[in-house]
């Protein structure tokens, strides 16, 4: 009996290996890098658009453009006017922002191991130990 169920066991795993149903966790775990990969593409448009906005500004300076006539340049973006210097200086205050954010709050990755709470509990035992010594310590008929 017990022979006639391992095979049947065996030829259901081997009929089941390569079943579809098993790969759709491949699918669902592709699903949640979606938004990541949006955020990172527009983060890279951005900053090529920048890059492109620097570069006009720097093409202007090189032409001899005064510096008034530089402040009013404007793009058309998206349907929206753009003032390129404005903009650049707005970009440059966020990115000083986010760098005062980032360096104020650092995120320390720590998590608790097997180890370190046996280290505490160690510790914290050890500390009770010491106390009820140091209590039950007799100095000849005197209690310490």
Do not use: C
Not at 17 to 23: A, E, R, T
Not at 31 to 39: I, L, S
Not at 88 to 115: G, I
Not at 123 to 135: C, M, V, W
């Amino acid at each position: 009996m017990q022979r006639n169920l391992f095979l049947f066991f065996l030829l259901g795993v081997f009929l089941f290996w390569k079943d579809p149903i098993l790969s759709i966790h491949l699918a669902f775990a592709q699903n949640y890098n979606e938004p990541d990969e949006k955020a990172l593409e527009a983060e890279k448009e951005r900053k090529k658009f920048l890059e492109e906005m620097q570069t006009l500004l720097d093409a202007a300076m090189k032409s001899g453009f005064s510096e008034k006539e530089i402040r009013e340049i404007t793009i058309t973006r998206k349907g929206k006017v753009v003032h390129v210097w404005d903009f650049l200086e707005q970009e440059k205050l966020r990115e000083k922002k986010v760098a005062l954010a980032k360096k104020r709050s650092k995120q320390l990755d720590r998590y608790l191991t097997v180890m370190d709470i046996a280290d505490e509990l160690e510790s914290g035992e050890t500390r009770d130990l010491d106390a009820l010594k140091d209590k039950s310590i007799f100095v000849g008929a005197e209690e310490k």
